[in-house]
């Protein structure tokens, strides 16, 4: 069955990096794109970045670009975002999910159970 | 960049029909997908694209699109189905992904 295992997260300051990581296994991991999507406490969801299948393919929103990168490891079967100059309102749980296509599309059929990133001094 | 603007919150009597809807410029161009949420839980993906419905989603959940506003209609409401339904489509340029706000379901 398709898994998706996040890690990565924690408490850290104001303008400091951090760097996650999303396992996939159960499925063909290097013909499916991948997103990042994260939710503040208490709030709805954002999504954050994507990735084709080939990783020639990348997009951010607009309240992560130029501090968030997106990349995989297809040999690994391993989603990363690493985030730099964090923020305060950063803060959420991030979520990665597989989309259903190998490009990118609005359906993200499998999702991980979550990292939390707290950003607070 | 575009928006997509779902109602804060619906209610539906047991067993009764219940219609989630979606609105927003960018969804004359592109399909609508819905995500149910449970709380402590990560999103589930119900419905998306013209058509489909994702292996294990109940039958009772059906989505359609017109105009600028996407719909997502449960019929045979169950307890169960409780939960903030979130609707994702992408931007004007097709690069970026965007989510409403939610649409809190309570269950009557």
């Known amino acids: 069955q398709v898994q998706l295992v996040e890690s990565g997260g924690g408490v850290v300051q104001p303008g400091t990096s951090l760097r996650l990581s999303c396992a996939g296994s159960g499925f063909t991991f290097d013909s499916y794109g991948m997103h990042w999507v994260r939710q503040a406490p208490g709030k709805g969801l954002e999504w954050v970045a994507l990735i084709w299948y080939d990783g020639s393919n990348i997009h951010y929103a607009d309240s992560v670009k130029g501090r968030f990168t997106i990349s995989r490891d297809n040999s690994k079967k391993t989603l990363y975002l690493q985030m730099n100059s964090l923020r305060v309102e950063d803060t959420a749980v991030y979520y990665c999910?597989?989309?259903?296509?190998?490009?990118?599309?609005?359906?993200?059929?499998?999702w991980g159970q979550g990292t939390m990133v707290t950003v607070s001094s | 960049s575009s928006e997509l603007t779902q109602d804060p919150a619906v209610s539906v009597a047991l067993g009764q029909t219940v219609r989630i809807t979606c609105q927003g410029d960018s969804l004359r161009s592109y399909y609508a997908s819905w995500y149910q949420q449970k709380p402590g839980q990560a999103p589930v993906l119900v419905f998306f694209?013209?058509?489909n419905r994702p292996s294990g989603i109940p039958e009772r959940f059906s989505g359609s699109k017109s105009e600028n506003i996407a719909s997502l209609t449960i019929t045979r409401t169950q307890a169960e189905d409780e939960a903030d339904y979130f609707c994702?489509?992408?931007?004007?340029?097709?690069?970026?992904?965007?989510f409403g706000g939610g649409t809190k379901l309570t269950v009557l």
């Open positions: 694209g013209r058509d």
């Open positions: 994702a489509s992408r931007d004007s340029s097709g690069f970026q992904l965007l």
């Open positions: 999910a597989k989309d259903h296509y190998g490009t990118h599309s609005e359906a993200f059929d499998f």
